[in-house]
């Protein structure tokens, strides 16, 4: 992605509705667009998606870090094939219930081979 320009505030509030017009045709592909007095970032519009995107992300990464300190606290640590499918659920590649049944699968996976 291209680093955006800074619009100026008076440019900003000039050219508002074009700037919404094309976050909102553009929808997640849309650049972000900085706003800022002396060309200087103070800040961002976004689309709609990828606002929702952002905050996904931010959500899902709090989710995993809650679960992995949990895991942590019962002196356990999560295998690396489990940090992989937490980090792609971060990045939107997983699923919550793909995550799950993954981690379900491991697990039984593991104590099948245990008890055998």
């Known amino acids: 992605m291209k680093v955006p320009e800074v619009v100026t505030v008076s440019d900003a509030r000039a050219h508002l509705s074009q700037i919404l017009t094309v976050l909102s045709e553009d929808g997640a592909d849309a650049d972000p667009v900085l706003i800022g007095a002396h060309r200087k970032p103070q800040g961002v519009l976004l689309s709609v998606e990828a606002f929702e995107a952002l905050t996904g ?29 937490a980090e ?22 593991t104590s099948d081979r245990q008890a055998g």
């Open 88 to 109: 792609s659920y971060v990045r939107g590649g997983l699923e919550a219930d793909e995550l799950v049944a993954r981690a379900i699968a491991r697990y039984r996976g």
């Open 57 to 85: 992300r931010a959500q899902r990464r709090d989710a995993v870090e809650s679960a992995t300190g949990s895991v942590a606290a019962e002196g356990l640590q999560a295998s690396v094939e489990a940090d992989r499918d």
